[in-house]
């Protein structure tokens, strides 16, 4: 059996809602709290296939602990808004009546210089839940079409084969 390491919810729903929309069943997701609990997440997990999700910051310590390591880069919010694009973002921050919210943001002097997706990123993990509630709406919006390949890759992975051997540290998966 496959078992989805991911490193935080906002990952795992993702995954749960991309799978659900192109009508997959995706084998069981176990969140790790951050990259660095990968290892004791998988330490009971010797008799499953275990793949991973992870941002590309945190990869080394995914890759030295699962087999297939999936990387979003730099991680899963920039994947999402890089395949949807600014506008599409926009129009779902809109729809959640935040759009204001975000330009005032956009406004703070501190933020000026810096890039759309950058302000996007601080939109999203600015607020306590706001990553993990947008993680899901922008993979509600997605074009199916459209899906970031660490995540598109991962799935059709698991579903391609359910159960490839057991995990060994070493190699890599990257998109």
């Known amino acids: 059996m496959t078992v989805i390491i991911v490193e935080g919810e906002s990952d795992r729903v993702a995954l749960e809602i991309l799978g659900a929309r192109m009508g997959v069943e ?17 330490s009971g997990l010797s008799d499953h296939s275990v793949v991973g999700l992870v941002d590309a910051n ?8 699962i087999e297939r390591v999936y990387v979003c880069d730099p991680d899963l919010e920039g994947e ?5 694009g600014v506008d ?9 009546g935040e ?5 005032r943001l ?8 810096r890039s759309v997706e950058a302000q996007l990123e601080r939109f999203f993990g600015g607020r306590s839940g706001n990553k993990l509630r947008y ?3 922008l993979a509600a919006a ?30 890599a998966c990257a998109a």
Do not use: K
Not at 26 to 42: D, E, M, Y
Not at 80 to 84: C, H, K
Not at 106 to 113: F, M
């Open 88 to 96: 599409a973002v926009e129009a779902v921050i809109a729809e959640q």
């Open 26 to 42: 995706l084998p069981r997701i176990v969140t790790v709290g951050g990259a660095s609990g990968a290892r004791r997440a998988i």
């Open 142 to 171: 997605m074009p199916l079409d459209r899906v970031p390949a660490p995540l598109a890759d991962l799935i059709r992975a698991v579903v391609a084969s359910p159960r490839r051997g057991l995990s060994t540290p070493g190699g």
């Open 58 to 65: 945190e990869r080394a310590l995914f890759e030295r602990v």
């Open 135 to 137: 993680a899901g709406l």
């Open 106 to 113: 956009q406004n703070q002097p501190a933020q000026r210089g």
């Open 80 to 84: 999402l808004v890089r395949a949807l």
């Open 99 to 103: 759009l204001e919210s975000f330009r």
